[in-house]
């Protein structure tokens, strides 16, 4: 039996995760042909094909779907055993961060993916608020994150553009002439100024009745009454409803940024997002 040499997993791993030869070689520093050999000799030591290879990309055959899991564990196991004996740290965990208003009745189906694309690394996720994830992003905290912007953010791609709907509790009246109640995040949320804006274009007298800190809060807020609401069409909870003559007061646009090495992950979560909301 053939010892399965660590190099070829690596290899195989970021071939597995980019779908592309020249994407993997990029993440384990050895050049393209060097990767190819390294998926060759493991694909002889197992005798089965682990990839497919078009011109455009490489996919996993059913047997490298089966292998994969256990090419990482292999790969942790290493990593573990170094670092039990030299005193090494382990490698630090991705970073990623999502906006709260981000698909949030989805999120066990973004756990999947995420756990699927990104093992056997440790994972520290953030659900918060993009004005945060921004900044965490600029520090350099960040590896991945999903956020919210009315500006197009440099270097990042537009995953979605989304409606938004102004939303109350069934019981909610809305005033007729009175300055409505808004229950909304605080300054520098994405949401609360497109919502302010419309209102001060259509000459609707209004005030902040509660200004939270998250988004589940502001929806607890609007169950309860406190006032009317807007959230992007995803996040609405089906316990609320959308006011009459109360037309969207416009989009929110999601953005996605990946560092190097999560660019396979960047990729498929955009594909999952699209499929998603499609069906």
């Known amino acids: 039996m053939n010892d399965l040499d660590p190099l070829w997993l690596r290899s195989f791993a970021a071939i597995a995760r980019h779908g592309s030869v020249t994407a ?39 047997e490298g779907e089966r292998f994969l899991p256990h090419a990482k564990q292999l790969l942790a196991l290493q990593d573990a055993a170094r670092a039990a004996v030299t005193g090494a740290a382990p490698p630090r965990p991705w970073r990623i961060g999502i906006s709260e208003y981000f698909l949030p009745a989805h999120l066990s189906g973004l756990m999947d993916l995420l756990h699927e694309h990104t093992q056997p690394a440790r994972i520290e996720l953030l659900w918060s608020s993009s004005q945060s994830l921004r900044a965490l992003w600029a520090a350099g905290e960040m590896d991945l994150a999903v956020i919210t912007s009315n500006e197009p953010l440099p270097g990042a791609r537009l995953l979605r553009r989304e409606p938004l709907s102004w939303v109350a509790a069934p019981r909610f009246t809305v005033p007729r002439d009175d300055a409505v109640p808004l229950v909304l995040l605080g300054p520098g949320c994405p949401v609360r100024e497109i919502a302010l804006q419309s209102l001060q274009r259509n000459g609707r007298p209004h005030h902040v009745q509660l ?38 007061p416009g989009k929110l646009s999601f953005y996605l940024q990946a560092r190097p090495g999560l660019e396979a992950t960047a990729t498929a979560l955009k594909r999952w997002a699209g499929s998603t909301l499609a069906g």
């Open 24 to 62: 993997a070689a990029r993440e384990v520093h050895r050049t393209q042909s060097a990767v190819s050999t390294h998926l060759r000799q493991l694909e002889s030591s197992l005798g089965v094909a682990l990839a497919t290879r078009s011109t455009r990309a490489l996919a996993l055959t059913p």
């Open 211 to 248: 200004s939270c800190s998250g988004s589940h809060g502001a929806v607890a807020a609007i169950r309860a009454g406190w006032g009317l609401g807007c959230l992007n069409e995803s996040a609405i909870p089906g316990d609320l409803v959308r006011p009459r003559g109360w037309t969207s």
